[in-house]
């Protein structure tokens, strides 16, 4: 079975639908239940209230909590609020503690005291500590439902152990191992566990070399680290090393999409992530803070440009080249710009040095300059036949693809630097900045050298 | 113990040397050896080419397989290439074959053959097998050490073949079940595994609902389904099912970071993607092919604007709002395709239907044209004092931004239909061509309305 196609869902839907219709209970069970819980989520998205109501009283919360944490973020807001108080609560209340915490962050406090209140104590408790931390660290996206094991337990004890804890656990193929204190001193994987022998101590096959986070990490930094060290879970870790929690590899897969879903968006000039299902004012929103900046710096560039207006009225035929110049800046500075952030996020600016790549994008900037530069002389002196002008086009050309290309670069760093996301140096932004710095260029050099082209 | 910063390493580093100019080799080993693989590669890396062979030396194939597989990609080439072959072929024989085979993929063929014919018989066949699949399928990102049981065997006579078998397979934590005919019937997890009782058949423990990819299924597409799955491995069969290899969690969270790059370049209009490691020639050689064609569409937009050279004569104040409008255009398009981009990837689009998303954008262009031409009418009767002005420029913005938005929308939309990868239709040629479209309309409308303006 493969991932199933929108098709299939339907037609899986139409069987179950049946049964639904015929209030025949058992079988909507035996043929929903089999389904994974994502392909159920995705069905279950797709259905109008009333059917979502006769799913709430036909599932447990149990299967239910299954299902909901499948739901897509936007949607499953709007399903926890419509269910029944207190069959929400036990759906929460049955959900991994990390994704309950997620959708109750984005409910308003009063419904959050509310379920918190229904809720049974063990539950309610590990998901108010989870609460307090911030969105986007290592403690906003660890689970509390791990296995820990000491240090002074047997292979065979710590087995035992395992096999009773596994149902509820988030994963069993990491073990921390604490000491009486309750520090994290080692870990062990299932697969060595499995291996090593029964009356062997834990302390003696433990690794102690143990990789842990602190809890206020960034969540990008740990999605690298468990990228670049192969992790499938990370243990999360206070500021005098208490195990609080861990983080497992399916919700790192989350974060990377997030983050890179960011980058692309803040690339474009979105100030938040866009999705289909944003209506066209939500989205209006999100685009239009960047273009009305993005207006305000087109009047600059537009009363630089009526600054040289004689020259203008003398040879009209300057301003056919202005998109033209300006635009080979934006596109450029925004090849230089994506290089840059990229190189910054993954660390590798770092490793090689600022100054080395600014040299480097300044020789780049050079080489892609000279050869637009040569190019655009030869089609305007063999397209319109004139020499002069092309020269002129030509010269701009080349600075401007030697300015954008390093500014490109440099923005970004130097907001780093600060500690600004360079991801905000955008697209649109680099690209407006330097149609300014090109027209400037391109109009002084026509008025130094304009008794060759009248 | 966290991620080694680089000061963390140069340290680690300064006390490995230290044993390393001393001969200790003993010292050496036991220092580095101790590291993860991850720092040993990083370390590793950062080396001069006599240290580098001082290493060789003193590390067994299997340890340096360990180091290589963790080295930068654009990298391994040359350490494996400057090793004695004989011991590159034990490197590479000791790495996971996937990796083994990514490597021999960049190197010469008569190289890869003069390897393989070193290599002992049973790593040789499995590399060669593996390096027939094309590029970015699921064939070449999978591994075939795996662990496999059969459906007759027992919980306790699994246990046993999995403690045997866990040292080489790369994940011990799915075990895929297959019958007499070597084909795929089920799945179970280690988990599930190491809680059922020890006399029980597998084929009653098992889950026959086994989700697989074909061999030739697209990388990206396997990551999406990882990821909503949440699972850590997935099983690769024939078109008859019969089980081929496995691919594991880590290597699809390198396709995520892959791909996203990839995205994120094509956005910016770099052909191919880049990393800080490039020469400025070969970075200039990614960005022109782009720079060059966009120049021509330039020369486009010229010859458009050399054409209303008349009404720039007379009122040449016109030109100063090119820069603005075209710049408008380019940002909002780019906007659009961002967004359209990401959710064909992310299978959004076919959900909602392209014909609502195309009207959600018109929308969306239309309240953003709406806003903008307002205040770009303000701003121009008020800085300008020339209220026509600002009244030929508003409604050029406004049809502009209305035009560029669905257009931004509807270009990857349309290669997406014919199959082309809609990353492809990149920032820079939707923003030459809004250029082009709204230079047109400028014109077109001030030519028309020339009478308010002289």
Redesign the interface.
């Given at each position: 079975?493969?991932?199933l196609e929108?098709h299939e869902r339907l037609e899986m839907w139409e069987k179950i639908q049946k049964a639904l219709f015929d209030e025949q209970i058992d079988k909507f069970r035996a043929e929903f239940l089999?389904l994974?819980p994502?392909d159920q989520a995705k069905i279950f998205e797709e259905q109008d209230e009333d059917i979502r109501f006769i799913i709430y009283s036909y599932l447990s919360p149990e299967e239910m909590a299954d299902v909901i944490e499948?739901v897509d973020e936007d949607l499953v807001e709007a399903f926890i609020t419509e269910m029944v108080p207190a069959f929400a609560a036990k759906v929460l209340e049955q959900m991994s503690t990390d994704d309950a915490v997620d959708i109750l962050n984005e409910l308003d406090k009063n419904k959050v005291a509310s379920f918190l209140t229904i809720m049974d104590k063990k539950s309610s408790e590990e998901i108010k500590e989870l609460l307090h931390y911030e969105e986007k660290t290592a403690g906003s996206i660890m689970t509390t439902e791990f296995v820990v094991i000491h240090t002074q337990m047997t292979v065979k004890e710590a087995?035992r152990h395992?096999?009773k804890e596994?149902?509820s656990a988030e994963t069993?193929?990491y073990i921390y191992v604490v000491d009486s204190f309750k520090k994290l001193v080692g870990v062990i994987s299932?697969?060595d566990l499995?291996?090593a022998e029964g009356e062997w101590l834990i302390q003696d096959v433990m690794s102690e070399?143990?990789?842990?986070?602190?809890v206020g990490e960034d969540q990008e930094?740990i999605a690298?680290?468990?990228?670049?060290?192969?992790f499938?879970a990370l243990p999360v870790v206070d500021f005098q090393d208490h195990l609080l929690g861990i983080i497992t590899?399916?919700d790192?897969?989350?974060v990377?999409?997030e983050e890179?879903?960011d980058?692309?968006?803040k690339?474009?000039?979105?100030s938040d992530v866009?999705?289909?299902?944003?209506?066209?004012?939500s989205?209006?929103k999100k685009?239009?803070p960047?273009?009305?900046a993005?207006?305000f710096l087109?009047?600059l560039?537009?009363?630089i440009?009526?600054r040289f207006?004689a020259a203008?009225?003398e040879v009209?035929?300057?301003?056919?080249?202005?998109?033209?110049i300006?635009?080979?800046a934006?596109?450029?500075g925004?090849?230089a710009?994506?290089?840059a952030v990229?190189?910054i996020s993954t660390g590798?600016?770092?490793?090689?040095g600022k100054i080395k790549?600014i040299w480097?994008?300044t020789?780049?900037g050079?080489?892609?300059g000279f050869?637009?530069g040569i190019?655009?002389i030869l089609?305007i002196s063999l397209?319109?036949n004139q020499f002069f002008l092309g020269i002129i086009v030509g010269i701009s050309l080349m600075a401007t693809?030697l300015i954008a290309t390093i500014s490109g670069a440099f923005v970004p760093m130097m907001m780093d630097r600060f500690n600004i996301d360079p991801a905000v140096a955008s697209?649109?932004f680099i690209?407006?900045l330097n149609?300014l710095i090109s027209?400037f260029i391109y109009f002084g050099l026509a008025t130094a050298f304009m008794s060759f082209l009248v």
């Open positions: 079975m493969e991932h929108q089999e994974h994502y499948q087995m395992l096999r596994a149902p069993i193929y299932l697969r499995i291996i070399r143990v990789v842990s986070v602190p930094d690298q680290m468990m990228r670049d060290y192969d499938l590899v399916d790192i897969m989350d990377m999409d890179a879903s980058d692309y968006s690339l474009a000039g979105i866009e999705s289909s299902s944003d209506t066209a004012i989205s209006a685009r239009l960047w273009l009305i993005l207006l087109g009047m560039t537009a009363s440009i009526t207006e203008l009225e009209a035929i300057l301003a056919a080249f202005i998109p033209l300006a635009g080979m934006g596109n450029t925004t090849q710009l994506a290089v990229r190189s590798e600016l770092e490793k090689k790549v480097r994008e020789k780049t050079l080489i892609t050869c637009c190019i655009i089609l397209v319109y693809l697209g649109p690209t407006t149609d027209i």
